[in-house]
């Protein structure tokens, strides 16, 4: 393609229409240079700024070969880098395959033989062309806006992470974007100060910062997740727009009461959370804090099957669903039988006609479980892949999950089931505990769980473990650590609390 560059008066001349990409970035560049478009870490890039920075990049890559609807892998961590490196593929019409950064090197080549891309920037792997995570650009190179190139699939992402091994998932969507028209089901406006915590890779953070930078919105970016650090940015920065995962929204809840009431976050308009089950009570707390119209929530898979949406107020009024099941929507036993209203199965998703991931008119499922009401209410229990049958009981470690993450002490719990001669399986808890509080025994959880399910449901044993137990994208991947513990002694690997059996 030409890399010849057109000039920031012509596009600011432009009036908005649809457009790539790369070239919305630009248009942005050209009618006000020094807005802010990014910052991290107190760090600001202007419109200007960013969008030179991915010109010249966008250069560089045209001359070693990248081309229109070549597949790039970006395997960098948060930051402004992330972003450059994007908008710079879609100025070129390439499509772009985000990768987590922080994975071991046999992860990451699972992911990226998956993707076949024509190039990997941000990591090295053998019989492939890489560039380094500390690449720069020949400096010599123009920095100015280049012609429009429209990638025929703007995105392809990696899927499989918790459910087995990983897939290929192309958007059969063009990066044709409008500037000044953000999709309404996200609820942005171009004025909007945007925080987004999650990992660059994440399809959520992903889509939605990188959107927003096209639509001309301030996008403030997390090196990593701090509930103090995320209370003080949407103070100062007067953030409008939120994106929060339900640990995330813990965190921020567990922090001293004076803390939370003396940050201003009157601004905040909308908080979307997605990405895993929100907790009831966690859910609450917010409508409490800030008001059920700010509160939204997004169920919805990488894979593009189906999705639903629910508000704060609809929320309340039914309490626990993550909103109205798309038509065609069937809950199924593992027979096939479509079943009635309020009995729990598998839920399959029919997509639309038109859907842009190239699904056949046939059923599919995320492997979720759940229900729909007589009101055509959807509601979720759990994977099936993570189902624990204990004594011919189904039980559903997202309930005990949410259950122990309200234990004093406990920020995150993971429930998986390991054998057991006498039941099958029996439900094993592991823990990540607040650094400096007292460790609470194995008697003290299983009282507190008694009190608030059924017997069955109440863990075998608890484990504590040091590392977070979540990724990046807020995901507990229970299959992982359920084969970390089969493939090791039980009584090797488990650190057990006091009064553990």
Same mark, same amino acid.
């Given at each position: 393609?030409?890399?010849?560059?057109?000039?920031?008066?012509?596009?600011?001349?432009?009036?908005?229409?649809?457009?790539?990409?790369?070239?919305?970035?630009?248009?942005?560049?050209?009618?006000?240079?020094? /807005?802010?478009?990014?910052?991290?870490?107190?760090?600001?890039?202007?419109?200007?700024?960013?969008?030179?920075?991915?010109?010249?990049?966008?250069?560089?890559?045209?001359?070693?070969?990248?081309?229109?609807?070549?597949?790039?892998?970006?395997?960098?961590?948060?930051?402004?880098?992330?972003?450059?490196?994007?908008?710079?593929?879609?100025?070129?019409?390439?499509?772009?395959?985000? #990768?987590?950064?922080?994975?071991? @090197?046999?992860?990451?080549?699972? $992911?990226?033989?998956?993707?076949?891309?024509?190039?990997?920037?941000?990591?090295?792997?053998?019989?492939?062309?890489?560039?380094?995570?500390?690449?720069?650009?020949?400096?010599? #190179?123009?920095?100015?806006?280049?012609?429009?190139?429209? +990638?025929?699939?703007?995105?392809?992402?990696?899927?499989?992470?918790?459910?087995?091994?990983?897939?290929?998932?192309? @958007?059969?969507?063009?990066?044709?974007?409008?500037?000044?028209?953000?999709?309404?089901?996200? /609820?942005?406006?171009?004025?909007?100060?945007?925080?987004?915590?999650?990992?660059?890779? /994440?399809?959520?953070? !992903?889509?939605?910062?990188?959107?927003?930078?096209?639509?001309?919105?301030?996008?403030?970016?997390?090196?990593?997740?701090?509930?103090?650090?995320?209370?003080?940015?949407?103070?100062?920065?007067?953030?409008?727009?939120?994106?929060?995962?339900?640990?995330?929204? +813990?965190?921020?809840?567990?922090?001293?009461?004076?803390?939370?009431?003396?940050?201003?976050? +009157?601004?905040?308009?909308?908080?979307?959370?997605?990405?895993?089950?929100?907790?009831?009570?966690?859910?609450?707390?917010?409508?409490?804090?800030?008001?059920?119209?700010?509160?939204?929530?997004?169920?919805?898979?990488?894979?593009?099957?189906?999705?639903?949406?629910? &508000?704060?107020?609809?929320?309340?009024? /039914?309490?626990?669903?993550?909103?109205?099941?798309?038509?065609?929507?069937?809950?199924?036993?593992?027979?096939?039988?479509?079943?009635?209203?309020?009995?729990?199965?598998?839920?399959? !998703? +029919?997509?639309?006609?038109?859907?842009? !991931?190239?699904?056949? #008119?046939?059923?599919?499922?995320?492997?979720?479980?759940?229900?729909?009401?007589?009101?055509?209410? $959807?509601?979720?229990?759990?994977?099936?892949?993570?189902?624990?049958?204990?004594?011919?009981?189904?039980?559903?470690?997202?309930?005990?999950?949410?259950?122990?993450?309200?234990?004093?002490?406990?920020?995150?719990?993971?429930?998986?089931?390991?054998?057991?001669?006498? $039941?099958?399986?029996?439900?094993?808890?592991?823990?990540?505990?607040?650094?400096?509080?007292?460790?609470?025994?194995?008697?003290?959880?299983?009282?507190?769980?008694?009190?608030?399910? &059924?017997?069955?449901?109440?863990?075998?044993?608890? @484990?504590?473990?040091?590392?977070?137990?979540?990724?990046?994208?807020?995901? $507990?991947?229970?299959?992982?650590?359920?084969?970390?513990?089969?493939?090791?002694?039980?009584?090797?690997?488990?650190?057990?609390?006091?009064?553990?059996?």
């Amino acid at each position: 393609m030409s890399t010849e560059h057109i000039s920031y008066t012509e596009l600011a001349d432009m009036p908005a229409r649809q457009m790539s990409m790369g070239l919305a970035l630009s248009w942005h560049a050209a009618r006000d240079p020094h /807005h802010p478009a990014l910052t991290m870490n107190g760090i600001t890039l202007s419109r200007l700024e960013l969008d030179r920075a991915a010109n010249r990049l966008a250069r560089d890559l045209a001359q070693r070969g990248v081309g229109r609807d070549d597949r790039v892998a970006v395997v960098l961590p948060t930051g402004p880098k992330h972003q450059i490196t994007c908008h710079s593929l879609w100025k070129l019409g390439a499509t772009v395959v985000p #990768l987590p950064a922080r994975v071991v @090197e046999s992860e990451l080549g699972q $992911l990226v033989s998956a993707a076949h891309p024509a190039l990997i920037i941000g990591a090295e792997l053998d019989e492939y062309n890489c560039l380094t995570a500390d690449f720069e650009p020949d400096s010599d #190179l123009p920095d100015g806006p280049l012609p429009e190139v429209v +990638s025929t699939q703007w995105k392809a992402s990696t899927s499989g992470g918790s459910t087995g091994s990983p897939k290929l998932i192309v @958007e059969d969507r063009t990066s044709l974007i409008h500037p000044e028209q953000p999709i309404p089901i996200l /609820h942005m406006r171009g004025t909007d100060v945007l925080l987004h915590p999650a990992g660059a890779y /994440h399809n959520a953070a !992903f889509s939605q910062t990188n959107w927003a930078l096209c639509w001309g919105i301030h996008v403030m970016l997390m090196e990593r997740f701090d509930a103090r650090e995320w209370l003080r940015i949407v103070q100062d920065y007067k953030v409008c727009w939120a994106y929060l995962v339900p640990t995330m929204m +813990s965190r921020i809840l567990s922090l001293p009461a004076d803390v939370r009431e003396n940050a201003d976050v +009157s601004t905040l308009r909308i908080v979307i959370h997605m990405a895993a089950p929100c907790p009831p009570w966690v859910k609450q707390a917010w409508i409490d804090w800030i008001g059920p119209e700010a509160i939204w929530e997004i169920y919805a898979g990488t894979e593009g099957y189906g999705a639903t949406m629910i &508000s704060g107020p609809e929320w309340l009024e /039914h309490r626990g669903s993550v909103g109205k099941a798309p038509p065609g929507t069937e809950i199924r036993n593992d027979e096939g039988r479509v079943l009635g209203a309020g009995e729990i199965g598998t839920v399959w !998703f +029919s997509p639309p006609v038109g859907n842009p !991931f190239g699904h056949s #008119l046939e059923y599919h499922t995320y492997g979720d479980v759940g229900s729909i009401d007589e009101n055509g209410y $959807l509601y979720l229990a759990d994977r099936r892949t993570d189902l624990i049958l204990t004594g011919g009981v189904n039980v559903y470690p997202a309930e005990i999950e949410s259950v122990l993450e309200q234990a004093p002490g406990v920020v995150t719990a993971a429930v998986i089931g390991l054998p057991d001669p006498d $039941l099958g399986a029996v439900a094993h808890a592991i823990l990540e505990l607040e650094p400096g509080l007292p460790t609470p025994t194995s008697s003290d959880l299983t009282t507190f769980v008694r009190t608030r399910l &059924s017997p069955g449901k109440v863990p075998f044993t608890y @484990e504590v473990v040091s590392e977070s137990l979540r990724d990046e994208a807020g995901k $507990l991947r229970r299959s992982r650590l359920r084969d970390e513990r089969l493939a090791t002694d039980r009584h090797t690997y488990l650190k057990l609390l006091p009064g553990t059996c």
